[in-house]
Every structure is written in structure tokens, then in C-alpha cells.
């Protein structure tokens, strides 16, 4: 079975440059999670969707940063302007509450430099 | 609000021996659920074990074993048997169950393994 597919797995922008990371959950899994990682501050979590429907976007830090699920199968984060504080791992993150514990599927990730 | 706590930025063991990874958590949810995480060097998140709090035994996956205390609020994780592939950074994490959380993990901030010979 194809895991969380996440693209790019790795970009290297300057700022203010847009910055669009795509993210395909596992087919049948009903909430999509968008994870920062830094040294400093951990695992963030930023926004997460429930059947495609924003959730929590609490942790998104500001208004540069939207995510988007169209359908069940496709999610954006973008970064519109970037800074270089935003560089960090992104993760993609799937899951469904019928299967399993609910535990989080996570993608490779995609590695963000904002020079 | 929940938090994890994970007192060991980094822990050494001997290839063979037991481990174990210290997580103490704190929530108000009268149901939730425990995890445990891995990274590798190579990035990537793998699930290891969960613990629902109302689960009677403490849970169990091959080399990994959860020793979770409720009164005490703490979800140890125990590795037995310890490989060199068992060096990573391990995450504890948990989610509120039945209070409309949906499958929201908040992390702890990890802990570093390193496996010696």
C-alpha cells in the first residue's frame, strides 16, 4: 500500500519567493495533518483536516502561511511570502479514526530552506 | 490543554540491554490515547505502540512494551533486547479521545538513543 506521499522532499528559495508543498494522504483515511519541525521548537502541529474540512488551524503562525484540501485525496500548505525563519521539515501527516488506534501516518517529509 | 513531557534529551545503551524512555503527561480528558514514535536519522516518523487509557494491560509490540502508570501519568516506553538500529529520536504524543479532538497528537520533544556495542 503507497504511504502519505509528500513533494518536494526538498527546496531551497529565497525569501519572499512562494512556496507551495503538496501532500497525498493513504487513499480512505478521513483526517490530513500538516506537522513543522525545528530544532527549536519540536513537532508543531498547524493545521489538520476532518473530510477535507479545516479543523484546528490554530498553529498556523501567521497569515503568509494557507492550507488547502480540495478533495480527499490532494493537500497544499503555502508559504506566501517566505522567510528564512520558516525553514524547517515539513511532515504531511494521514490518519482514520475506523481503523487502528488512529495513529498518525506520516510522509517523508519535505525539507524547506528559505535562504 | 495537554502537554508531554520528556525529561531525556538523550539516553546510551548497550547493544542487548533494556531500555527505558521516560514520558509523563498532563490532561484534563477524561479519555485519551498514548503513543510512541520513531525517527531515524533518515527523517522519517514511525509509529511504534499505543496505549488507550482505559486499556487494562499495558500494551505490547514485539521488542517495545508501553509501561504506562495512570495515577502517576506517565507512558514509559520499553525497548528490550536493544539493536544498533534501535539509535533514533523517539517521540511520546497523545490525543484526546471522545471530546472532539479528532486525531490531533500533541509530541513531547523526544528523546535521542544511541545504541553502543
Known amino acids: 500500500d503507497a504511504g502519505v506521499i509528500q513533494s518536494p522532499r526538498h527546496e531551497v528559495t529565497e525569501m519572499g519567493q512562494e512556496v507551495t508543498l503538496r501532500c497525498k494522504p493513504i487513499?480512505?483515511?478521513?483526517?490530513l495533518f500538516w506537522y513543522r519541525q525545528t530544532m527549536m521548537r519540536g513537532l508543531e502541529l498547524l493545521i489538520y483536516?476532518?473530510?477535507?474540512?479545516?479543523?484546528?488551524d490554530s498553529g498556523m503562525p501567521e497569515d503568509r502561511f494557507s492550507a488547502k484540501m480540495p478533495n480527499a485525496s490532494f493537500s497544499t500548505l503555502k508559504i506566501q511570502p517566505s522567510e528564512p525563519r520558516d525553514s524547517a521539515v515539513y511532515f504531511c501527516?494521514?490518519?482514520?479514526?475506523?481503523?487502528?488506534?488512529?495513529?498518525?501516518?506520516f510522509g517523508e517529509g519535505s525539507r524547506l530552506t528559505v535562504l | 490543554a495537554q502537554k508531554i513531557t520528556q525529561t531525556q534529551p538523550g539516553m546510551f545503551v548497550q547493544e542487548k540491554e533494556a531500555v527505558t524512555l521516560d514520558c509523563t503527561y498532563d490532561?484534563?480528558?477524561?479519555?485519551?490515547?498514548l503513543f510512541w514514535y520513531k525517527q531515524p536519522s533518515s527523517g522519517e516518523m514511525i509509529f511504534l505502540i499505543y496505549?488507550?487509557?482505559?486499556?487494562?494491560q499495558n500494551a505490547t509490540e514485539g521488542r517495545y512494551s508501553l509501561n504506562f502508570q495512570k495515577a502517576r501519568k506517565s507512558a514509559n516506553l520499553v525497548i528490550s533486547a536493544s539493536q544498533l538500529g534501535d539509535s533514533a529520536m523517539y517521540f511520546c504524543?497523545?490525543?484526546?479521545?471522545?471530546?472532539?479532538?479528532?486525531?490531533?497528537?500533541?509530541f513531547g520533544t523526544g528523546t535521542q538513543l544511541k545504541v553502543e556495542l
Open positions: 501527516a494521514s490518519s482514520s479514526r475506523d481503523r487502528g488506534a488512529g495513529e498518525l501516518f
Open positions: 504524543a497523545m490525543r484526546p479521545i471522545l471530546t472532539g479532538g479528532g486525531n490531533k497528537l500533541t
Open positions: 487513499s480512505g483515511h478521513n483526517s
Open positions: 496505549q488507550g487509557s482505559y486499556d487494562q
Open positions: 490532561t484534563s480528558d477524561p479519555s485519551y490515547g
Open positions: 483536516f476532518n473530510n477535507n474540512v479545516p479543523i484546528d
